[in-house]
């Protein structure tokens, strides 16, 4: 099985952005095409460090994990993700995300 962990706030930022790159830095749509377009292809199993970050905006998560959630199916998603927080309320917010993704 290859596995890749990918830590947040050490590979992309400690400040988030919203949504869309064209609204902001450090965006959504820039870590999902810089991180994880090409790395749901070439991995089984990718494990997102959450800690270290001052904060995740809602669209940011929406426009990363979301919007790889309706791509991929629910169950793809839950098997290929792993999240890490010691704080439960990021990781509550991507599972309801991704509980109430319909397919794209």
Not at 20 to 49: A, M, T, V
Not at 55 to 61: E, N, R
Not at 72 to 78: D, H, N, P, T
Not at 97 to 103: C, F, I, L, N, R
């Amino acid at each position: 099985m290859k596995e890749l962990t990918i830590n947040i706030s050490k590979e992309f930022s400690k400040y988030i952005g919203g949504r869309e790159r064209r609204i902001c830095d450090f965006s959504g749509e820039e870590f999902r095409e810089k991180f994880l377009e090409q790395n749901i292809r070439e991995y089984d199993h990718i494990i997102i460090e959450l800690d270290g970050v001052l904060g995740y905006p809602i669209d940011f998560l929406d426009e990363t994990f979301g919007k790889i959630a309706r791509r991929l199916g629910k169950k793809k998603f839950k098997e290929l993700f792993t999240f890490v927080s010691n704080h439960n309320f990021v990781t509550d917010r991507i599972d309801f995300m991704v509980k109430h993704a319909g397919k794209e």
